[in-house]
């Protein structure tokens, strides 16, 4: 705060506070308080920053580095300059896990922005019963990834129970994970499923941080249902709305368990997210280099996606 | 129809949807624990039996015989716990420096860490393991659990939290004499209990749940979680439905008691998260 970092007074200032520092661990008493308390803040901050130096920007910077090498585990890495770019780009699996990717991705969040706005109306209605069906409604949440792929993948099997159900309304039966059309719809299905009480949660808290007395002087004026919804739910609401698009478009694009025990990426690749690509890439066929260069194309897509939405966010703020 | 009705109507019709939707909610829960206790002809049985005829208890024992699912267990737990641990101390630590002191790059600093909410282990996964590899911690616990240690989300959740604390409660105890720790030990943790919980349950459940960075690093059946030896004993025998259901709903059970004793933790947690700065 105050002044701005990199400016020469704010150099001069952090040169002085070093030289202080130096002091200070001679004579403990010569530290003014105002910088003890500043090396005091640094000192909580330091160790969670030293951790996510060491497992999160330094692992950024290595992809960077790796992904113009050759390498396999085995033998040094060798310089490869932008071959492991340009075989990404000539490979056609690439291309398609890519398109995949996003596919999976815009599938599930976009259907959760809507379909989680709607669970949080519904729950903020007052209604009998209200905490028994929010606690229905939110238990899903605790549940973990591998119980949820491991129950899907018995009710998507050609006799469970999804088939059941869909016969007894005269749908033929269809084996959902192993039919080119139907695996990559199957996983989007879950993944909605599975997101709409995370967002619900994230929505309800919104909604009930918007003021009582806004609805009530609509109300008044003569606003209806709709029109509520309009002037005051949806412009008092965006920032939530903002934040849930940003952070269901993350969570979609990292999810990597399901395609792994559910399809294995088929079939034929139909369902090989960048992820699993990844993984595949470095760990099965050893390619480091080029499972780092597919890394940061998905860091870009990643990082450009959420950079656009953070700008629509502070657009939203100011408003 | 006149207003009324519509609204009578409009009533009903809602009543109607959040009845299904709690169906289409559960229904896969139920299923698991309904095929857990069932014979392993009587799973694909037509008609389709909800209830299982007799209850096949025997099925737990069945499938943890499998293989070695006491160690996965362990294994899931002692990462999760420790993860939590690590998370809890080093996420309120920096939340309070990043809350209530002033120093250089502090805001950068911030930012920096909520950047990191963008590289997840899926996108980093190559150099993360690598750099385990150099610390020569693969295949050990040291490199399940290390890498996970603090988690950037847990940092902003208490950062948020703190800063509504009163400054007043700072002055005062460092007007006492407190050192700068015994604040932070004394008077901010036992204030910020019901961020804690949330952030404990939230980082408990995601760790109770690693699969990925497992599935990377750990080599040996020893150190396999309990969602790694649950894929791979599917793998193995993706047939034994009511087996594989039983232990999943095995994998269920913690966290189901864990959501039904703290499910006000669980839902703040996660709307404290979605709160705007």
């Known amino acids: 705060m105050g002044r701005k970092p990199g400016s020469p007074k704010e150099k001069a200032a952090v040169a002085g506070r070093f030289a202080r520092l130096w002091q200070w661990t001679a004579w403990p008493s010569s530290l003014s308080h105002r910088n003890r308390l500043c090396l005091a803040g640094v000192f909580f901050v330091v160790p969670a920053l030293i951790h996510l130096v060491v497992f999160k920007f330094y692992p950024l910077l290595e992809a960077f580095r790796l992904s113009f090498y050759r390498y396999d585990l085995m033998s040094p890495p060798t310089f490869a300059g932008l071959a492991n770019y340009k075989s990404l780009w000539e490979n056609p699996l690439f291309h398609q896990s890519f398109w995949v990717s996003v596919k999976y991705m815009f599938g599930v969040s976009i259907a959760e922005w809507f379909l989680a706005l709607g669970l949080a109306l519904l729950l903020n209605r007052a209604m009998a019963g209200r905490s028994l069906i929010r606690l229905a409604y939110f238990f899903p949440i605790a549940m973990s990834q591998i119980v949820v792929a491991m129950v899907w993948k018995f009710m998507y099997h050609p006799h469970g129970l999804v088939n059941i159900i869909l016969e007894f309304f005269g749908v033929d039966r269809i084996n959902w994970l192993s039919t080119e059309e139907t695996a990559l719809p199957s996983l989007i299905a879950i993944g909605i499923w599975r997101g709409i009480p995370l967002f619900g949660v994230i929505y309800l808290a919104g909604l009930q941080a918007i003021p009582k007395d806004y609805y009530e002087a609509a109300m008044i004026d003569g606003a209806g249902v709709f029109q509520r919804f309009i002037h005051i739910t949806i412009p008092l609401l965006l920032p939530t709305i903002l934040f849930v698009m940003v952070i269901s478009l993350l969570s979609a694009v990292k999810v990597f368990l399901n395609p792994l025990v559910m399809t294995e990426g088929g079939p034929n690749g139909t369902t090989r997210v960048l992820p699993y690509f990844i993984y595949e890439t470095g760990f099965a066929y050893f390619r480091m280099g080029e499972a780092a260069a597919a890394s940061v194309v998905l860091f870009v897509l990643v990082f450009g996606l959420t950079l656009i939405l953070l700008r629509l966010l502070r657009r939203g703020d100011v408003q | ?277």
């Open chain 2, 1 to 277: 129809m006149n207003t009324k009705a519509w609204l009578r109507w409009g009533g009903w019709g809602i009543t109607l949807l959040t009845i299904l939707g709690i169906g289409v909610t559960l229904l896969p829960y139920f299923w698991m624990v309904s095929s857990s206790l069932k014979t392993g002809a009587e799973v694909f049985e037509l008609p389709i039996r909800w209830i299982p005829q007799e209850i096949q208890w025997v099925n737990y024992p069945d499938a943890l015989s499998r293989g070695s699912f006491g160690t996965y267990f362990s294994n899931s737990f002692i990462v999760a716990v420790a993860v939590t641990a690590s998370n809890v101390l080093f996420c309120s630590l920096a939340g309070y420096g990043l809350a209530k002191f002033r120093f250089p790059f502090r805001d950068l600093s911030f930012q920096l860490i909520l950047c990191t909410l963008m590289l997840p282990l899926e996108i980093v996964l190559v150099p993360t393991f690598l750099v385990v590899q150099q610390f020569g911690m693969v295949n050990s616990y040291g490199g399940l659990i290390v890498p996970l240690a603090v988690d950037a989300f847990g940092i902003f959740l208490m950062r948020q939290f703190i800063r509504d604390l009163p400054d007043s409660l700072i002055e005062a105890a460092r007007l006492d004499g407190c050192s700068e720790f015994g604040i932070f030990w004394r008077i901010i943790l036992p204030n910020c209990k019901p961020a804690l919980g949330a952030l404990a349950l939230l980082s408990f459940r995601d760790n109770w749940d690693q699969f990925l960075w497992p599935f990377v690093v750990a080599a040996s059946d020893a150190l396999k979680t309990f969602p790694l030896g649950l894929a791979q004993m599917e793998g193995i025998d993706s047939a034994a439905y009511h087996e594989i259901m039983a232990l999943a709903v095995m994998g269920m059970v913690p966290m189901a008691i864990l959501f039904l004793c703290f499910q006000r933790a669980f839902v703040r947690g996660i709307a404290l998260s979605g709160l705007k700065e």
